[in-house]
């Protein structure tokens, strides 16, 4: 009840909504971070993803050593972000923050494209080849259409865990809402603590089902109606939980 | 999970839940007996065991050291919980009893258990006698304090200095409105940071950026440019290594903040005589001189805080 009590008088406190440690600015920061390393992460590991779906080769290698990388806490990752952040001129906050949150999203992308690709019903795919397409039109007619459900899964779980896990970066010095969570704990303030764990689920939340919406757009309806309801969120690969 | 399922497997489930809960009770109680044991028990030869915290930053880590490892040499058993995180977290852990002794500072700690800045002054002997005051009804007790003074700095890069003709902090009242300071988190809520600043110097910076305690941090936003002044602890061996400029606290906001042990009268209830006089006769060597200089081998020269005091003790002839 007194964190309730302390939440509500935090949140309707109209000093907390303005200025540089306001409630807008800090969502506005959190959003960079996180759409930067997403960004960041997808540019990196689609191509990957979607050429080892595509040829096959040397799949098992890149999926296993990704595997192994996913199992670094992002918190030894934040540590060894900051000294390079530092190396490469790129100073405190933001930067140290986005080389962490990268690694995180990279895994998730490239496993989930990969398995898009290869789930897309092999007949169909010979199918396409048999009538004389070539490999990239194989690939953008065929394969990248009827993987795109999957291959969006995994951006939106990359996204998810993106944005719950900048929270990390106010460990130095960057804002976003993880600065609620690591001031409120420095000056014993629950009210600020609990807004910035609330104000980060939601964004979670908004983030996946602004996922949902994009999807909606992007996927072929000829595609959305073939897949089963129950099945289209199976091969989620890369599920993770927050840190 | 639809209702059927949940109706028909109710009280196995119910079963199963009560059983885990059973185990993690016992797994809990079990966890506790062996912590308190930990928590009261004895070295052989009837000297207590000592739990020493400290909060977060170089200095306390050696101080914690220096009191450690001089109980060691004289048959102590010591747990180490350092680094635990600001004052927030240390006090609260000391009052409970989860630690017994930790390194504070006279001024700032009257000031943060007594929450009324006007108990402390710029006497150290005053100042220890109402923190003692203060202390008591908390069952704990200040021991000797050090010569050693150790106050919030503020900090600026010689560039920023000469730029606004800065030496002392009320330089900077006119000027403040475009600079941005960087501390520790806590620093909005504290006499000696923000607030103490807004009252006295009339400084009201244009924004602050949470760092942490005087840290790698601080120096590097304040070298970077990410922030104009920063918060450094005046025996930082880092500011005259670095050239940076510590403003002189012209109007006397920081007070006596000499190093002093805090201990749980428990402790010293059940402590042999000599744990008395092995703290305060460290402690009555721990000059600023001294400690800035401690400070700069861990802070600068990245020795080990642990080897550093064991150095000090064995130089000092506390150990041998």
Redesign the interface.
């Known amino acids: 009840m007194r964190i309730v009590l302390a939440t509500a008088a935090w949140l309707t406190s109209p000093a907390h909504w303005q200025g540089s440690d306001g409630v807008a600015v800090r969502v506005a920061e959190h959003l960079a971070l996180s759409g930067t390393a997403l960004a960041a992460a997808a540019l990196l590991a689609l191509p990957v993803g979607l050429w080892l779906g595509h040829t096959g080769r040397h799949a098992p290698l890149v999926i296993n050593l990704l595997n192994v990388g996913r199992g670094l806490p992002s918190l030894a990752i934040l540590a060894f972000a900051l000294p390079v952040a530092f190396w490469l001129g790129l100073g405190l906050g933001f930067w140290p923050t986005v080389l962490m949150l990268v690694p995180l999203g990279v895994p998730l992308i490239v496993i989930n494209s990969y398995v898009a690709i290869r789930s897309v019903d092999r007949e169909v795919v010979d199918v396409a080849w048999g009538t004389g397409m070539r490999g990239w039109e194989v690939f953008r007619e065929v394969e990248l259409p009827l993987g795109a459900p999957i291959i969006l899964a995994g951006v939106r779980n990359a996204a998810v865990t993106i944005v719950a896990t900048a929270t990390l970066g106010a460990l130095v010095a960057s804002g976003g809402l993880g600065r609620y969570i690591v001031d409120g704990l420095a000056r014993q303030e629950t009210g600020r603590l609990v807004t910035g764990a609330l104000l980060v689920a939601l964004l979670s939340i908004t983030t996946e089902a602004a996922f949902d919406m994009l999807e909606r757009v992007v996927v072929p309806p000829s595609v959305r109606a073939a897949q089963h309801p129950g099945t289209r969120r199976l091969p989620n690969v890369g599920t993770r939980g927050s840190p | 999970m639809t209702m059927t399922c949940m109706h028909g497997s109710r009280t196995k489930r119910q079963g199963r839940i009560r059983a885990l809960l059973l185990v993690l009770l016992v797994a809990s109680a079990v966890v506790c007996a062996s912590s308190r044991q930990s928590g009261a028990g004895s070295a052989p030869g009837g000297k207590p065991t000592v739990r020493i915290g400290s909060t977060n930053f170089t200095e306390q880590l050696i101080v914690a050291e220096l009191y450690a490892q001089v109980l060691e040499a004289h048959g102590y058993t010591v747990e180490r919980r350092l680094n635990l995180?600001?004052r927030?977290?240390v006090a609260p852990a000391l009052e409970s009893g989860q630690i017994d002794l930790v390194p504070e500072y006279l001024a700032t700690y009257l000031t943060f258990v007594t929450k009324d800045k006007n108990k402390a002054s710029t006497d150290p002997a005053a100042t220890r006698r109402n923190l003692q005051e203060a202390l008591a009804p908390r069952h704990l007790t200040v021991l000797d304090y050090a010569p050693a003074i150790d106050t919030n700095g503020f900090v600026v890069t010689k560039e920023t200095a000469d730029k606004y003709k800065a030496a002392r902090l009320s330089d900077l009242t006119p000027v403040a409105g475009q600079l941005v300071l960087?501390a520790?988190?806590?620093c909005?809520?504290r006499p000696f940071c923000i607030p103490g600043l807004r009252q006295v110097y009339g400084i009201t910076f244009k924004?602050?950026?949470?760092?942490?305690a005087g840290g790698p941090?601080t120096v590097?936003?304040l070298e970077?440019r990410?922030v104009d002044v920063a918060l450094l602890f005046t025996t930082d061996a880092v500011i005259a290594a670095k050239g940076l400029v510590l403003l002189q606290d012209d109007k006397r906001l920081q007070l006596a903040d000499n190093i002093a042990p805090v201990v749980r009268d428990d402790l010293l209830a059940k402590a042999p005589a000599d744990f008395r006089s092995l703290i305060d006769g460290v402690t009555a060597k721990i000059t600023t001189e001294e400690i800035t200089a401690l400070n700069r081998k861990v802070g600068l020269d990245k020795q080990d805080p642990r080897a550093v005091a064991g150095d000090w003790l064995r130089q000092k002839g506390f150990v041998k």
């Open positions: 995180g600001n927030e977290i960087g520790p988190p806590e909005p809520d924004d602050f950026k949470a760092l942490d941090l590097a936003a970077g990410q």
